[in-house]
């Protein structure tokens, strides 16, 4: 069965950093680009990040840009997001997803999400 | 940035009531628009591909129509299941979008 864990979820003062993975299984991961999409309490979706299937192609949102960073690891079938000067914005439900080809951004399945909440 | 505009915010409708839901782009995307379901407490679920091509196990009261700035998702017939939020994004252009979201709730 096709699934995705996102874990290292939490508590974080603002400025501080976190990393966030999500494991994978039930695909061939190494042919699969890969997401990140947040959601803020009560708020709709926003996506946040793209990794391409070796690694080297990544793509942010601008409200990320220069503070977050995407990467994957294919032998350990994970992606991870290293989230650096965290804002009390960015607290969210960060789900990750498998797009649904190499040149498909639709995104399925998603991973149930991790909590991040940025507060002093 | 490609804006998408969904409407109604909400939708209150009743069991067996058809739902028709709007999602319009600033920009035309061609027919990369996608459907996602919401449900309480969950992630969201694919639902419906490249404007009108539904996702596997999506049942077929769940429709897609329209092409590069207007689409729709019609539900011909509301399942209890089927109260929830519902999202389109599009996957034309950088950086990816999603529309604020219709809550089809019941009346």
């Known amino acids: 069965e096709l699934q995705l864990l996102e874990s290292g979820g939490g508590l974080v003062q603002p400025g501080g950093s976190l990393r966030l993975s999500c494991a994978a299984s039930g695909f061939t991961f190494s042919t699969y680009p890969m997401t990140w999409v947040r959601q803020a309490p009560g708020k709709g979706l926003e996506w946040v990040s793209s990794i391409g299937i070796s690694g080297s192609d990544t793509q942010y949102a601008d409200s990320v840009k220069g503070r977050f960073t995407v990467s994957r690891d294919n032998a350990k079938y994970m992606v991870y997001l290293e989230m650096n000067s965290l804002r009390a914005e960015d607290t969210a439900v960060y789900f990750c997803a498998k797009y649904r080809g190499s040149g498909d951004r639709t995104f399925d399945p998603w991973g149930q999400g991790t909590l991040v909440t940025v507060s002093s | 940035e490609v804006v998408l505009t969904q409407s109604p915010a909400t939708l209150s409708l009743s069991p067996g009531e058809r739902a028709t839901l709007s999602c319009r782009a600033s920009?035309?995307?061609?027919?990369?628009l996608v459907w996602y379901q919401q449900r309480p407490g969950q992630a969201p679920r694919l639902l419906i591909s490249d404007a009108s091509n539904r996702a596997t196990g999506i049942p077929a009261r769940f429709s897609g129509s329209g092409s590069g700035t207007d689409f729709t998702l019609t539900i011909s017939s509301l399942e209890p299941e089927d109260f929830a939020v519902y999202y389109c994004q599009q996957r034309s252009n950088w950086p990816l979008t999603f529309g604020g979201g219709t809550n089809v709730e019941i009346k």
């Open positions: 920009q035309s995307v061609s027919s990369y």
